[in-house]
Each structure stands twice: as structure tokens, then as C-alpha cells.
């Protein structure tokens, strides 16, 4: 059975929120800012209609300003500008952020804002935006990791001498669809947080206010993946589908997805991410790839920015090296990238990381692709990284030390994941 036949029973058991993948679609690989920012840059030039912007972080460097420049000037020549930012990733700059855009007609919505220290009581605060996305004309879509930043600078460390690993994806084609609806989504639900009680008033005083209400619930929609199972095989390429997690009916889709095409992987799975720290189901998919012949390689931080992410990941290394999963940490600058080859076919890029925040709080957002051609070019990318990494030997640490800090990482996430209000088994 080739490559493009097996992947197509991906999917196949979800329920009826489920990856729906679209042919004839156009998908670029783009390696960090540097390739991300002048590209997106051309396209808000070149938008007539509407631009959609929803990221975790956008900073009060040279980058966000030249980006807030680009929007202004979009919105002043009559384009409809929204743009969405998580209250704790940009907080440093949402202040500026306010300054830069009033009066210049580009609608700008915090998601769950942090501006009193009692905003942390709140429900839900530790559930965060974490999506990067940005749709210009219902035309070209960006996905990705990249947040709105210089790559050589980090925000709680400053500047380094080399960029960030980090990429996103240029897309074009069906697939556009449902990243505008999740963009559009996110910012009306974090708009009305802010004035929901205004947006009631002058619904009540229109004169369709049933008409009107529906369009607002249509805004706070979120797209969904279709029932019907689809023969992938007949779909023309490149197949792609947009992958969402958020806390209604689309908790563990990333999740799956990835179990699922671990699952049917028969030569090589290939994975990165900066912050891994995986549940049971990933774990288990991922040892019994490697005990069936599978090469499985991880590659994490060698250079942590959050020290407790580092110890969480190290905390699972010797069960995993003990069943012939490799591990690398890429040494040359911070890692950023979530991304995963599957086969030389499956392959993702997004903003989900591979740890509990991703996995069962965050709202986040993957494109999953199923072309040669692009996990080719994805798959040179892992290949050149790792060249720059550090192999983990198998660890001589497995006595009362090792079991000791797992259980302390262990119970670490367990508290942080009730006081966030997440249940079961994790």
C-alpha cells in the first residue's frame, strides 16, 4: 500500500470534530521571520478587502512596528483590519499597541486581558490564544509558530547572535476557508469579552435583531471538520487540512492527528517542538512505532528558555531512549518550531506544542499536509537542524534521583492543570 493510500484512513475513528482535508490547495514552507515578514508584508500591500490577524505575541520591536505601520496603511486606504492578541503573550506591548492603532480605523481585541492582578481569578485565564494566523482577502493564509517578533530577540532573555528555529505556511487554495472562519471566530469572541454589553444593546434597538444575532453567533463559530468520510485518493493535490484545538468540541483534535499518523507510520517519524511533554496515548504511539522498526527522532531544546519545560522533557528521556526513540537538542539558538514529518508524506506545522498547555488548554492551530513535495522540503529543514544538534545518549540516570524528578514534574502539571480547570487523565 503507497504512502498516499495509507494516509488516506487517517481520521477515520474520530468523532465529529475531525480534520477535513481539501485538494487543489497551495502550501509554501517558511523558515522563521525572515522569510514570513516580507512575504506577509506584500500580501497586507496588496489587500483590497479585509485582513485578520490573531497571534500570541506581537512586540513593540522593529518588527511589530513595521506590521502595525502595514496595517494602518491598509485601513486608511479602506480595508477592514482586525486584529486579535493574547492578553499575557503580548502584554508588554499591549499598552503601545493601543497608542499605535487608535484612530487609525484597525479594530484591535485583547483575549482575556491581564490588566489587574484580579484578572488571574478569573475563569479561564490560564487558557491562552496561542494561534498565529493572519488571512488577507479570503485569499492567502498564514499558519504557523512565528509570532509576531524579531527572531534574535527574546522577549525574557534579549537579543542572540542567531535567529530562532521557527516556521509557517503560506496557503492558498480551499483550505483558506476555514483558517478565516477561526481567525474571524477568535477576534469577535475576544471583541465581545471586551463591550459584549454594548454589542446586546444595539442588538436590541436594531430593527432585525434575530437577523443580526445570527450573524453574530455565525462570527463566534468556529469552523468544524465534516462527518462524511472523503476518499483523500481522489482529492487533487496538495491535500491539506486546518486543525484547531479549543475547549468546546475540538479538545484533542491536534492531538489525535498526530497519534493517528504516528500510528500508521512505517519508516520514520520526525518531530520538533521546544516544549514536550506528552500524555499516555502520545507516549504509547510513539514506543510502539520505534519497537516495530520505526526510526523515531525528537528534536528539543538544548538551550531552554523556561527552565521547568527543560526539566519536564529530560524527565521522560530514558523511557523513551529506552525503546529506541533518538533525541536531540538543537544547540545553535532557541528553538521554536512545532512541526513533524511522517513517511515523507504526513507532515504539520502550527503553534502546538507537544506538552499540556497545547494539548489541553490552549487554543491552537496546525495545517496538516499531505504532499511529497512539501514534506520534502520540511523534512531538509529537520535534516539541516539536526546536523546543528546534540544526540542524548542513553541515561545513567535511573535511580531514586530520576524517579524523584519525574514525580515532581508530574505533579507540577497535574496541579496547574486542575487550578486551569482541565479533567481526566492526561
Not at 481520521?11 to 522563521?32: D, T
Amino acid at each position: 500500500m503507497g504512502r498516499r493510500e495509507r494516509f488516506s484512513r487517517l481520521s477515520s475513528w474520530y468523532g465529529p470534530a475531525r480534520p477535513s482535508f481539501s485538494g487543489g490547495n497551495e502550501a509554501v514552507l517558511l523558515r522563521g521571520g525572515d522569510q514570513l515578514f516580507p512575504l506577509l508584508a506584500e500580501r497586507i500591500a496588496c489587500a483590497t478587502n479585509e485582513v485578520w490577524l490573531a497571534t500570541y505575541i506581537l512586540f513593540h520591536d522593529s518588527a511589530g512596528k513595521q506590521l502595525v505601520e502595514q496595517l494602518r496603511a491598509a485601513a486608511a486606504r479602506g480595508v477592514r483590519v482586525r486584529v486579535v492578541v493574547d492578553g499575557f503573550g503580548s502584554r508588554a506591548s499591549i499598552a503601545w499597541l493601543r497608542e499605535a492603532l487608535a484612530g487609525s480605523g484597525v479594530a484591535l481585541a485583547v483575549f482575556r486581558p491581564i490588566d489587574r492582578w484580579w484578572s488571574w481569578l478569573q475563569p479561564g485565564q490560564l487558557r491562552r490564544l496561542h494561534q498565529k494566523l493572519c488571512v488577507i482577502d479570503g485569499e492567502h493564509a498564514f499558519v504557523g509558530g512565528i509570532n509576531i517578533v524579531d527572531d534574535r530577540i527574546d522577549i525574557n532573555h534579549g537579543a542572540s547572535e542567531l535567529p530562532r528555529l521557527d516556521f509557517a505556511v503560506m496557503l492558498r487554495g480551499p483550505v483558506v476557508l476555514p483558517v478565516a472562519q477561526s481567525a474571524r471566530a477568535v477576534w469577535t469572541r475576544a471583541w465581545l469579552g471586551r463591550d459584549f454589553g454594548e454589542e446586546l444593546l444595539a442588538m436590541m434597538r436594531s430593527p432585525e435583531p434575530v437577523r443580526r444575532m445570527r450573524r453574530l453567533l455565525r462570527g463566534l463559530r468556529m469552523p468544524q471538520g465534516k462527518g462524511a468520510a472523503q476518499r483523500w485518493q481522489d482529492l487533487p493535490p496538495v491535500c491539506a487540512a486546518f486543525v484547531l484545538r479549543d475547549n468546546l468540541r475540538q479538545r484533542s483534535t491536534i492531538e489525535h492527528a498526530y497519534v493517528e499518523a504516528i500510528q500508521l507510520a512505517q519508516r520514520s517519524v520526525d518531530l520538533i517542538t521546544p516544549y514536550f511533554y506528552p500524555g499516555s496515548s502520545f507516549r504509547r504511539a510513539l514506543r510502539a512505532a520505534a519497537r516495530r522498526g520505526v526510526r523515531v527522532r525528537l528534536l528539543l531544546q538544548g538551550k531552554p528558555d523556561y527552565r521547568i519545560a527543560a526539566m519536564a522533557a529530560r524527565a521522560l528521556y530514558a523511557e523513551l531512549l529506552g525503546y529506541g526513540v533518538e533525541i536531540y537538542e538543537y544547540m545553535p539558538a532557541y528553538l521554536h518550531a512545532k512541526v513533524a514529518v511522517v513517511d515523507g508524506y504526513w507532515a504539520t506545522v502550527g503553534s502546538s506544542n507537544i506538552d499540556p498547555l497545547s494539548l489541553l488548554l490552549n487554543l491552537e492551530a496546525n495545517v496538516i499536509v499531505l504532499d511529497q513535495g512539501f514534506a520534502a522540503a520540511l523534512q531538509a529543514e529537520f535534516d539541516a537542524a539536526l546536523r546543528d544538534s546534540l544526540q542524548v545518549q542513553r541515561s545513567s540516570d535511573r535511580g531514586l534521583r530520576a524517579v524523584l524528578r519525574r514525580g515532581l514534574v508530574a505533579w507540577i502539571a497535574y496541579v496547574y492543570l486542575r487550578v486551569a480547570g482541565a479533567t481526566g487523565r492526561y
